[in-house]
């Protein structure tokens, strides 16, 4: 930016937010926070060990994300350190994990299973509810090629998508083994990657374009509403068809879709690999009581085209959501996972076997928010102390530091207005309560309460304000002795 300052005139810079960074109030930390918790508690339940890694990274060691050496910041926000080496700020919390797991295995328990939470950064063009920094939350198992530890992910994701505050039946997830469709394709002459990440492509656009939609990108590509063409995949007829039985193959039940894709697979030895894998997880979900309706094989799924290796899941939000006017909006995926046999392996030459799944945190908390279920509850500020008169500063931080001992949060306000105004105050923090001690109360030995929660409920349906104003509703004064108490009791929902 070019200082345009006129001679003489002190610089004043723009108060800006660079694009794709969002301030955060209260109102989302709280709600960021309380998922966090709650998920965080049930990978603990899990036996999942906490773990923080740094926000930066060498640049090599981010995998697929690596920067080239013209482009240092492509795709992640780089620096030179002072030893000439580039480092950047994590894309993902999976890259830092495997770093660590290859830097420390020898002295790790094996497998590890870690969980971590925290800011990730995208050097990328932001949008609508697209963010250059944004939070994570994921867990995985490094070490461990069982299908049993997909399954655990997976169960664990229900489980804790349920804590975030999303009840059962508000989000399924959906699961897939990429080795079925390599193995599909393998026996009907597919042998080319290019070919094979093309169908992916194809198979990934079956919500938006339909079978239809898709059966074009298979074969020679697809001419779009705006003219523009899309290349194809190339399948011949006969592989067209396999590949749209294959995605249309799944079924109410983890059982009959297995049955329904050991028909369509045709026998190819990487395809009956992925069959097995997947009945071993049917078999440990229903172990560990995830049932049909929580967690279901879907053919369709198709995540990481150059990352997985195996099993792959997404969780997809069920619920109805509105946004500020009332319109429907899609949240649709809310976040996946899978198998990455590979990513440990880039630096150590040898395969690791891990697993794991991850949901942006801010996502979710917009996703619930628009379902009309507040994560972390109910906004709610501090206590205020009303301040009278100056020369009684002392009681009212004496009443404030009452409140907080009982673990109750309270503020005296600090301003230089009256009385209106700092009930006007109390009000906008979304305060409970305001405590009102004026030289009366003092001597007297009592505090006056108004219970704010009581007057906003009621307010909303008051047509006379001058009755309102006479009825002054959730107003008492209480000895000074009971002042906890009665606050308590207003915090808990019960008033006067």
Same mark, same amino acid.
């Given at each position: ?50 773990? #923080? ?26 620096? !030179?350190? #002072? ?8 894309? #993902? ?9 290859? !830097? ?114 298979? @074969? ?73 309706? !929580? ?54 030459? !040898? ?25 972390? @509850? ?28 009982? @673990? ?89």
């Amino acid at each position: 930016m070019t200082d345009q300052t006129p001679p003489g005139e002190a610089f004043r810079p723009d108060a800006r937010a660079p694009r794709g960074f969002a301030d955060k109030r209260a109102r989302d930390l709280r709600a960021e926070r309380a998922i966090l918790e709650a998920v965080s508690a049930v990978y603990e339940r899990y036996g999942f060990e906490a773990l #923080d890694t740094g926000a930066f990274e060498y640049a090599d060691a981010l995998g697929k994300f690596l920067p080239d050496a013209d482009r240092p910041n492509e795709g992640v926000f780089a620096l !030179q350190d #002072d030893d000439e080496q580039w480092m950047a700020l994590r894309y #993902d919390l999976t890259a830092p994990l495997a770093r660590f797991a290859a !830097q420390n295995w020898e002295t790790l328990a094996k497998p590890f299973r870690r969980y971590a939470f925290g800011p990730v950064w995208r050097n990328e063009k932001p949008g609508p509810g697209r963010f250059r920094e944004f939070i994570q939350c994921d867990a995985d198992t490094v070490g461990s090629a069982r299908p049993e530890a997909d399954a655990e992910i997976i169960a664990m994701a229900v489980e804790g998508l349920q804590a975030a505050g999303l009840p059962r039946g508000a989000a399924v997830l959906k699961i897939n083994n990429r080795k079925l469709l390599n193995g599909l394709l393998t026996a009907a002459g597919v042998e080319s990657n290019g070919q094979k990440l093309s169908v992916l492509r194809a198979v990934d656009k079956l919500d938006r374009l339909g079978v239809e939609g898709v059966r074009l990108l298979l @074969g020679e590509g697809r001419l779009d509403e705006s003219g523009a063409f899309t290349k194809g995949a190339g399948l011949a007829g006969k592989a067209i068809d396999s590949v749209l039985d294959f995605v249309q193959a799944g079924a109410a039940s983890r059982s009959e879709t297995l049955s329904r894709l050991a028909n369509v697979i045709g026998g190819s030895a990487e395809g009956d690999e992925g069959l097995d894998e997947l009945a071993k997880i049917d078999a440990a979900l229903t172990s560990l009581g995830v049932a049909e309706d !929580q967690a279901l094989f879907e053919p369709s799924i198709v995540r990481g085209l150059e990352y997985y290796t195996g099993a792959v899941f997404e969780a997809e939000l069920l619920l109805s959501t509105t946004d500020d006017k009332g319109a429907s909006v899609s949240f649709g995926s809310i976040g996946g996972g899978g198998r990455y046999d590979d990513l440990v392996a880039r630096f150590t030459g !040898q395969q690791t076997p891990a697993t794991g799944f991850s949901f942006g945190v801010s996502r979710l908390t917009a996703a619930l928010r628009a379902a009309g279920r507040e994560p972390g @509850g109910q906004a709610r500020g501090p206590v205020v102390v009303i301040v009278f008169d100056q020369t009684h500063m002392g009681e009212y931080f004496s009443v404030a530091g009452e409140l907080r001992a009982a @673990g109750i949060a309270a503020e005296v306000y600090l301003g230089a207005s009256g009385m209106r105004p700092q009930m006007k105050y109390a009000d906008r923090r979304l305060a409970p309560a305001a405590i009102m001690l004026g030289g009366d109360e003092i001597a007297a030995g009592t505090v006056t309460i108004k219970d704010l929660d009581l007057g906003r409920e009621l307010a909303s349906g008051v047509a006379d304000n001058a009755a309102w104003k006479a009825e002054r509703p959730g107003q008492q004064t209480v000895p000074r002795g009971e002042l906890v108490a009665a606050v308590r009791k207003i915090l808990l929902g019960g008033g006067q």
